[in-house]
């Protein structure tokens, strides 16, 4: 015979629903319709609780392990941050309308960032939607459809009103623009023509080694010619009063030389053939308005408009002078000079001075009797050579000459 176990009443009574619940409750937690919870539960308070359905409510947790999910999100309304399929955003509940978002491809938007790090861009834009600067992968460029487009420091216009700089786009001129500097002194392209003034450099600037004599015109009964080394000899016969002028002459352009903000350079050479008492003789190198009058080597004076230096020989002792004058010459004696002498000549007229040079040092600074004419005809380049009274041979080398017209260089 086969007797099958019986429950036992007791047990049942034990093992109950509510029994179970109370034993739950002894460690903390509750039984409730498909749920497990603490004791201490109120949704979105306090405790926790795990549904039948998997869903979960806490305050926090620690996961030593890989966490996944469909959604996250913390917060609540606008002021939530959340992950889903979109990507990540926040600020709005809408990815579309978040304020900062990132899509599952990488495109981020927000509204500001600090970034101290390097940043690598082939494409993009720095502006509005219709009006920017379009990054591309060789440099930037202007799009404007309403508005100007500009990079700038100091002026908000494209004028020189204010002091700075202001490069890019006129909208209303539909042209590029570049403005630099103040009301003053300014660097200017205005889509059209190029302007600038104050300490801006360089306007014309005249040059020669001699390579064609024919270029220049020469008077005077001496001889200028061209020594195979490229270079200009001037130099007189031994008749008395015999001697040589070339002239280097830019016109007729009325104003364009006007004395003042020009400078000029040059190498001679003094090859003194014939010396001693009773041997005279002077010698110009500059620019000067006309032709200089013939001296006798020891009263050559230069009123006319001019700038430059002269050498007076007298009894064979040559002395080198700074000079210039307007009707009034100003003169200053620089030193000796001897058969032989190579020198590098040049004067600097600007700001109202003259700044002499011998070799690279200068040697007298002239504020009186300045030139000032504007001449539509005048020798850039002047050269005289004369023996003055006496029968001698007297020889000047000018290996080269520079001319520069300018603004603004001191």
């Known amino acids: 015979m086969i007797i099958e176990p019986q429950p036992i009443p007791e047990m049942i009574k034990k093992n109950s629903y509510t029994n179970l619940g109370d034993m739950f409750r002894r460690v903390g937690f509750n039984i409730v319709k498909r749920a497990l919870q603490s004791d201490n539960f109120v949704t979105g308070s306090a405790g926790w609780r795990l549904t039948a359905e998997g869903d979960f409510e806490g305050s926090s947790g620690t996961f030593r392990g890989a966490l996944s999910g469909g959604t996250i999100s913390i917060g609540s309304g606008n002021s939530i941050f959340k992950a889903d399929s979109n990507g990540i955003y926040l600020g709005n509940a809408v990815f579309a309308s978040a304020s900062f978002s990132v899509s599952m491809a990488g495109a981020l938007i927000a509204s500001s960032a600090t970034i101290t790090g390097v940043i690598n861009a082939t494409s993009g834009k720095f502006g509005t939607a219709t009006n920017y600067w379009s990054v591309g992968a060789t440099g930037l460029t202007a799009i404007s459809a309403s508005t100007d487009v500009i990079i700038n420091y100091g002026k908000t216009d494209f004028t020189n009103v204010d002091s700075g700089f202001i490069i890019g786009y006129d909208y209303s001129a539909s042209k590029a623009k570049v403005y630099i ?133 007298v009894d064979g002792v040559m002395t080198l002078y700074a000079t210039n004058a307007n009707g009034t010459e100003t003169t200053t004696s620089v030193g000796t000079i001897s058969e032989g002498d190579l020198m590098l000549l040049s004067a600097v007229y600007t700001g109202g001075k003259i700044k002499f040079y011998k070799n690279n040092v200068l040697v007298a600074t002239h504020t009186t009797n300045l030139p000032s004419t504007s001449q539509t005809s005048q020798n850039i380049g002047y050269f005289f050579v004369n023996n003055a009274n006496t029968a001698k041979f007297y020889d000047w080398v000018i290996s080269s000459y520079n001319f520069e017209k300018f603004a603004g260089f001191a």
């Open 181 to 313: 500097g103040d009301a003053i002194n300014y660097l200017n392209w205005d889509g059209t023509d190029f302007v600038y003034t104050g300490q801006s450099r360089i306007t014309l600037k005249a040059s020669t080694m001699f390579e064609d004599l024919t270029r220049y015109p020469t008077f005077g009964s001496g001889s200028a010619t061209i020594d195979a080394g490229l270079y200009l000899r001037a130099h007189t016969v031994p008749t008395a009063n015999n001697y040589k002028e070339l002239l280097m002459t830019m016109g007729p352009s009325a104003g364009i030389l006007v004395f003042a903000d020009t400078a000029f350079s040059s190498f001679v050479h003094m090859r003194d053939i014939d010396g001693g008492a009773g041997d005279n003789g002077n010698f110009y190198i500059g620019v000067s308005q006309t032709s200089m009058t013939v001296g006798n080597g020891t009263t050559m004076t230069a009123t006319q408009n001019q700038y430059g230096f002269k050498v007076l020989k």
